[in-house]
C-alpha cells in the first residue's frame, strides 16, 4: 500500500488544460502540495500548466509508481494494459461509470480487474476521490480546489470512506470550521480490489493516525475486518451506511454494495471493540474525542463531573449521562470542602457544579482553575466536562492552564462551548491544541465522552480459533457428514448435548412400555411429541402433548397421537420444564461475516423489539459474556421482580460452544435453540434445529 | 402580562455605575434599545450615565409601569412595598439568593410574595435574567452587553426558560452564528408569581411569535400548561430538564424546582401536541423548523424525497428518515422520467436522487431548479431534502429561485448544508430569509422535518370534560364516599363494570353450594381466591387457585382454602381466562398534572422496559387512542405473529371509562387494572384495585 500514499511519480492519465474538468483539478491539486515527479498523460497536449505532457502512460520516464486514471469508463481497460507495460503496479482510478452504473459499467469493471490480476496490478477505486494526506499535503483526488483555500490543517483522525463526499465538502467544511484537522482520507469507491481491510491494514500501522473513522456501505471481508479491528491498538469508528430498506436500495446504486444485515454487523463490531456512528459529523466527533483519549479504559461506567455556569446546562447533562449509561461522580467530602470555599455562603455545591454564583463573587480567573484542581484531585471523578462561554464577561477560562491541570491529575477533559462565533472557534482551535475535545452541544459531549467507556483494553489478544472436534463422537460426525436439510429433532439434541450444550432430559420410545419407561426415569410431568423428519407445525398437527402427569394420562396421549400418525411408531417423551424467561441462541453464516452466534430474549415482547445481538464465532468466553451484556432487556436476566438471576456464565457457554459446534463442518448452516428455558436460573436448550447444506 | 413587556417606563432598583455589576449592564441594555423612559434608582448616586439617579423607588416620576430590581435578595422585600406605595404593579426581580439557595432564601421569597399579593402586585422571578424582545430591541436583563455585538436578530421563535443561559450566552451564539433570529426570550428563574402559563397564555396570542420553545425544569400548574398547549394554534416544543435522577436533583438547586415523573409528563404533552427535546440546540433547531412550516400536517407518515449531491449523503438521510418513522417517497413515473433527461444514459434514477453525475453532465443551474419542479410536482412527495455544498465548484444551488420553486408547489423545503465557513453562514442566512430551514447535520435535519409529521390538526376543539356520574348505583358512589384504603377486589370490579369497563365473569359464593352454582353458571375452568380486604399477595399464601376443571376440583380447592382462611367464608368464583397478550392500564392523580390515566403493556419484558404511556383524565377516545399507539410494543397489539389484532376501540373505551370514573370522586386516588387479559382481541379485566383516600 505504501506506494499509494508515498509514490516517488505519479502519471495523471486524463490530465487536461480544461480548468471544468476533474482531469484539471487533479493536477491542481497535486501541484499544491505533492513533492514528487508529476506526469500528465494526453495525447492531446504537449504541456499543461508548465508540466510536459505524456501521449501515453508507456512514455513516461522514471521515477514512476502510481497512475492516477480520469478518462472515460471504456478507455479505462486498455490503459491498465499501457500501466503494466509501463511497469507501474498501482493504479487508482477515479473515473465512475462502473459496477455502480448498470451492465455494461459491471462488465468493464470485471474486465480491467482481470487485467490487473494477471498483470499484478494493484487498483484503488474506480469510482471514487482518492486520497488526501494533510501531514505531507498531499491531494491525489478531483476534490475541489477550494480544500486548500484555509490550508490543509492535518490532525490526528485517518478517514477511510466509500463516498467522496467525505473526502472533499467535509473535509473543506471541517478545516475552514476549525472542528479539527485530518491524517489522511481516503475514498476507496467501488473498492474493486483495494478495500477497507487494505487500508485499515495500512493505517493501524501508521505513525501519523491515532483514530480511525469508515463510512462503510458494504464490508468486503467481514472476517477479515473484524481480525484487524480485534488487532488493532487504535480507536476505530465505523459509520455503516445502507442499515435501512431504502438506505440499502441506495447503497446498491451508489457504490454497488450489498449492506448485509445491520444487526449482524452491529454486533460483531462491538464484539471488536468498534465504536458505531449513525451521522457523518457524529462519527468525526466521536473519532477525535478517540484520537485525544486513545488509551484510556474504565471497567466500570465512568463517573463524570460537570463545570458549569449555567444551571441548566448541568441539568440536561446530567439527564444526558444517565441517558449513555454513565455515573454522575458523588464528589467526595474534602472536594465538596474544597468547592465551597469558592461559593457564597447559601449556595449549596453538588455535581454538576454550577460555578455562575462562585464567579460572581470570586472571579472566573480564580474560580475555573481552583474548581477545576479540586474535581481533578478527587478519586471518585474519572472525566470532567467543562462548560464554556467565549465573548462575555465570564470569559475567563484560560483553557492553557485549564488543559495542563486535568492533564496533570489525569483526568480527561472535555469542553462544550457556546459564544459569539469568533471566539467559539478560536477557543475551539486552541483548546484542541491542547488536547481538549471541544463540542457544540450537550448532548454531543456526552455521547462522546460515553465511547470511552465502550474502548476495549487494547491488548493484542489472539481472537478465538475453532477448536477440533474431538467431542463429537463419530457417529454424530457421520451424521453432520452425510445428512441433509433439517436434522431429525432428537439426534440433534444429542450432538448439542455431546457439545456440552444442557440439553432438557428426554428419551425415544417406540411403544407403550418404552414410553412408560422413559417418564418413570425422567419423571412427571412430560411432554409428548411424535418424532418427524422435517419441519412440521406439531402442535397444530396435534402431534406434541404437554400437561402429562401421570402413566394414565400418557397411555391415553400415546393412543391419541398414534392414531394421527400410523406410520411412525417414534416418540419422544421429554421432562416438561416451565420457566418464566425464555431465551433464545443460534448459529448462522453470514454472508458478510461468516459463522456468527446470535443470542437474545425469547417470547414476543423480546421478538416484537427484535432484542438480539450477535458475534463472530469462534469467540471466548468474555466475547459471549459482552455479547448478552448488550442486549437491551439484559436486566431481566439478573433477577427481575425476585426471580433467580440467570446463569451468565452457563449461557455464554452455551454460546461459546454454539460456536465450537457450528465451525467444526462447514456443512452446519444454521443451529437454532428457540426456547432456551431457564429453570432456577440456568438455561435449558427444550426445542433445537440443526439445518445443514442439502447436497 | 402587557406592562411586562410594554411597559412605558421603568424604574430600574439596583442601578450602578460600575461596570462590573450586574445592576450596571442591565442599564446598559435599557438604554441600547428600549424607547420608554428609565428610571436608575440607588441612593448613592444623583445620576448615571447622563440619567438622573432616584434615592428611592418612591419617588420616581410618571409613566412608570415596571420595576426592574437587582440589589441583595434580603433587601427586596422592603423594596416591593416602596414600589406598591409609588402604585407599580409589575415587578421584575433579577436577584437571586431565594427559594433556591435554602431556608433563608425560601422565607424571603415567601415574605416578598405575601406583600405582592396583599398589594396586588405581579411578581416575575426572582433568580431570573429577565426578557429579551428582538422585535421591540428591548434587553430587560443583565444578559452580557455582547447580545448586542451583531444586533438582536428578530425571528418568529419565542423562548420560555427556566435558566439564564438561554437567555443570553445561548442568544449570543444562534445570533453570531446566524442559525436564526428570535422573537422574545422570557427567562422566568424560581418563578414564584409568573410562571411558564402565563407567558405561555400572552405569547400565544403574540402576533411576533410563531413558534414556542420552553426549557422548563417543573411545570407549576400541569394541567393549566396543557389546556394551553391544546388550544394552542402555534407549534410548542418543551425540553424538560431533570428527568434523571442526578438531573433532578441538580433542578432542586438551580431553581428550587422539583421536576416530577418524567413518564407521565412525557404522555400529557404527546397528547397535548407539544413536540419535547432533550437538548438546547436540538429545541432550538425543531422550533424554528416548525416556526417556518407551522400549518403543515400529516395523516400518514409523510413521503421524503432526498435531493443530494452524494450517494453517501443520501444513503445516511434514508437510514435517517426510516429511523424517525418517515417514508422515503416512491417517485411516480412521470418524476422518474423528468429526472432521466438530467442524468448521464447508465445512472438509475430513485430516491434519495443523487444528483452529482448529473450535474456533471448538465451543470448545476439546470440541474438544481429542474429536479425540485420534477419532485415538487410529483404527489407522491410530502416533503423535500435539499442536500446542498457551498465554497467549491457546484455551488450554484440558487437559494431564491429553489425556495420559489417549493413554495409555488406548497412542499416543505429543508436543507443540509456543508461547506467553507463564511459561505455556510451566508447560505444560512439566505435560505432563511426565504423561509427554508438549514440544518448542519443530517440527522438534526431529519429529526427536525419528522416533527411535522406529529403535529396535531389545529383545530380549536373542547378539551374532555368529566361527566355527571350517573353511570354508578347508588350503592356505589356511597361506597366510594364512605369506604378508604383498597377496596375489596369484588366491590372494585362491580364499579367498573358499572363505568363501563368489561370485567371477567365471576361471583361471590359462601359455601360450596353457591361456588358449584357460581361455576356452573360461569363455566369451567374456573379460579377460585379467598376474598380478604386489604393488599394481600394471595399466591403466595395459597389463597388463589387457578386451574379448576370440574366439581371434585372446585370441592377439593375449597377445602383446602377454607381450612387456611377459617374467618373468612367468602370466596370469589371466577371464569378463568387465557390469553397471550397482557395489558395494564390505571388511573392516578399525578403531582403536577393531577388526574391521569395510564396504559401499558404487561408481562415482564413491558415493565422492564417500562412501556407505558400517559394521558391527562378525563380524555377523548381520538386521545385514548393515540395514546395506546404512543407504546414501543404497539405492534405487538397489531396481530403480531397470526394472533387476533387487539381491539383498539375497546381498549380506549377502557380508558375512557377509567378516567370517567377516576373523575367522579377526588376520593379515588388510583384504580389498577394489572392485567387486562386479551382473549380473542377484546381486553377483559381480571385483577384490579381501587384505592380510596383514607379518613
Redesign the interface.
Known amino acids: 500500500m505504501e506506494k499509494f500514499f508515498k509514490p516517488r511519480g505519479i502519471a495523471l492519465i486524463g490530465a487536461t488544460a480544461n480548468q471544468l474538468k476533474g482531469g484539471y483539478?487533479i493536477l491542481f491539486n497535486l501541484k499544491q502540495g505533492y513533492t514528487g515527479k508529476i506526469y500528465p498523460v494526453n495525447p492531446r497536449y504537449d504541456q499543461i500548466d508548465g508540466l510536459q505532457c505524456y501521449g501515453s502512460v508507456r512514455d513516461v520516464p522514471d521515477p514512476v509508481d502510481l497512475a492516477i486514471v480520469f478518462i472515460p469508463a471504456e478507455r479505462v481497460p486498455a490503459v491498465i494494459t499501457d500501466c503494466a507495460e509501463r511497469g507501474i503496479g498501482h493504479v487508482m482510478i477515479q473515473s465512475?461509470?462502473f459496477a455502480e452504473?448498470?451492465q455494461?459499467?459491471r462488465r468493464l469493471q470485471a474486465e480491467l480487474l482481470n487485467t490487473a490480476r494477471d498483470r499484478e496490478i494493484r487498483i484503488w477505486g474506480p469510482n471514487c476521490m482518492g486520497l488526501v494526506d494533510a501531514h505531507r499535503q498531499f491531494v491525489f483526488s478531483f476534490a475541489?480546489s477550494?480544500i486548500w483555500?484555509?490550508g490543509l490543517s492535518a490532525g490526528p483522525v485517518s478517514l477511510v470512506?466509500?463516498?467522496?463526499?467525505?473526502s472533499?465538502?467535509?473535509l473543506?467544511?471541517h478545516m475552514?470550521?476549525?472542528t479539527m484537522g485530518i491524517s489522511k482520507a481516503c475514498s476507496i469507491g467501488n473498492k474493486s480490489d483495494v478495500d477497507e481491510c487494505d487500508i485499515l491494514d495500512f493505517l493501524l500501522e501508521d505513525p501519523q493516525t491515532k483514530a480511525i473513522a469508515l463510512?462503510l456501505?458494504s464490508i468486503n471481508d467481514g472476517r477479515r475486518f473484524i481480525t484487524l479491528c480485534q488487532r488493532a491498538q487504535k480507536p476505530i469508528v465505523v459509520?455503516k451506511?445502507?442499515?435501512?430498506?431504502?438506505?440499502a436500495?441506495?447503497?446498491m446504486?451508489?457504490?454497488a454494495s450489498l449492506a448485509g444485515d445491520g444487526a449482524v454487523a452491529s454486533g460483531v463490531l462491538a464484539q471488536a471493540g468498534v465504536i458505531q456512528a449513525?451521522?457523518?459529523?457524529?462519527m468525526m466527533d466521536m473519532a477525535r474525542t478517540l484520537a485525544f483519549y486513545p488509551q484510556v479504559q474504565y471497567a466500570q461506567p465512568p463517573a463524570v463531573a460537570v463545570m458549569t455556569?449555567?444551571?441548566?446546562?448541568?441539568?440536561?447533562s446530567?439527564?444526558?449521562?444517565?441517558?449513555h449509561g454513565l455515573a454522575?461522580a458523588q464528589l467526595s467530602n474534602g472536594t465538596v470542602a474544597s468547592l465551597k470555599s469558592l461559593f457564597?455562603e447559601?449556595?449549596?455545591v453538588?455535581?454538576?457544579v454550577?460555578l455562575?454564583?462562585a464567579i460572581e463573587a470570586n472571579g472566573p480567573q480564580r474560580v475555573f482553575p481552583e474548581a477545576l484542581k479540586a474535581l481533578s484531585a478527587d478519586p471518585q471523578v474519572d472525566l470532567i466536562v467543562l462548560h464554556v462561554?467565549v465573548?462575555?464577561?465570564?470569559a475567563g477560562a484560560d483553557i492553557r492552564t485549564l488543559a495542563r491541570i486535568a492533564r496533570k491529575a489525569g483526568k480527561p477533559l472535555f469542553c462544550w462551548v457556546?459564544?459569539?462565533?469568533?471566539q467559539?472557534?478560536s477557543f475551539t482551535l486552541d483548546a484542541q491544541a491542547q488536547g481538549v475535545p471541544v463540542y457544540?452541544?450537550?448532548?454531543r459531549s456526552i455521547e462522546c465522552l460515553a465511547t470511552l467507556k465502550k474502548q476495549p483494553a487494547r491488548v493484542r489478544r489472539a481472537p478465538a480459533v475453532a477448536e477440533p472436534v474431538q467431542f463429537l463422537t463419530v457417529e454424530n460426525r457421520q451424521l453432520l457428514e452425510t445428512g441433509g436439510g433439517v436434522l431429525d429433532e432428537y439426534k440433534a439434541r444429542r450432538i448439542l448435548a455431546a457439545a456440552g450444550i444442557p440439553v432438557v432430559a428426554e428419551a425415544v420410545a417406540t411403544n407403550e412400555d418404552e414410553a412408560l419407561t422413559a417418564a418413570g426415569q425422567i419423571g412427571y410431568p412430560v411432554v409428548l411429541k411424535a418424532l418427524l423428519t422435517g419441519l412440521v407445525h406439531k402442535t397444530e398437527a396435534g402431534l406434541i402433548q404437554s400437561g402429562i402427569f401421570s402413566d394414565a394420562q400418557l397411555k391415553e396421549a400415546l393412543v391419541r397421537m398414534s392414531a394421527k400418525v400410523p406410520d411412525t411408531g417414534r416418540f419422544l417423551v421429554q421432562r416438561q420444564l416451565a420457566g418464566?424467561?425464555e431465551i433464545i441462541a443460534g448459529f448462522i453464516r453470514d454472508r458478510q461475516f461468516g459463522p456468527c452466534v446470535m443470542c437474545g430474549?425469547g417470547?414476543?415482547?423480546?421478538?416484537?423489539?427484535a432484542d438480539r445481538t450477535f458475534a463472530l464465532a469462534p469467540l471466548t468466553r468474555e466475547e459471549a459474556l459482552a455479547a448478552i451484556q448488550r442486549l437491551?432487556?439484559r436486566?431481566?436476566l439478573e433477577g427481575?421482580?425476585g426471580q433467580v438471576p440467570v446463569d451468565k456464565p452457563a449461557l455464554a457457554d452455551i454460546l461459546v460452544n454454539l460456536a465450537r459446534l457450528g465451525c467444526t463442518n462447514a456443512r452446519i448452516q444454521e443451529v437454532d435453540l428457540n426456547p432456551l428455558i431457564i429453570t432456577a436460573g440456568r438455561p435449558v436448550a427444550v426445542d433445537a434445529t440443526i439445518i445443514l447444506t442439502r447436497e
Open positions: 483539478a465512475a461509470g452504473s448498470g455494461t459499467g475541489s477550494a483555500d484555509e470512506v466509500q463516498s467522496g463526499l467525505l472533499a465538502g467535509f473543506i467544511d475552514t470550521h476549525g463510512y456501505e459509520l451506511g445502507g442499515q435501512s430498506k431504502g438506505g436500495a441506495a447503497a446504486s451508489h457504490t449513525q451521522d457523518f459529523g457524529q455556569y449555567s444551571g441548566a446546562a448541568g441539568i440536561v446530567a439527564d444526558f449521562i444517565e441517558r454522575l457564597p447559601w449556595m449549596p453538588g455535581n454538576p454550577d455562575w454564583p462561554f465573548g462575555g464577561r465570564i457556546l459564544g459569539a462565533r469568533d467559539v472557534r457544540r452541544e450537550i448532548g418464566e424467561i430474549l417470547g414476543i415482547f423480546a421478538e416484537a423489539l437491551k432487556s436486566q431481566l427481575w421482580r
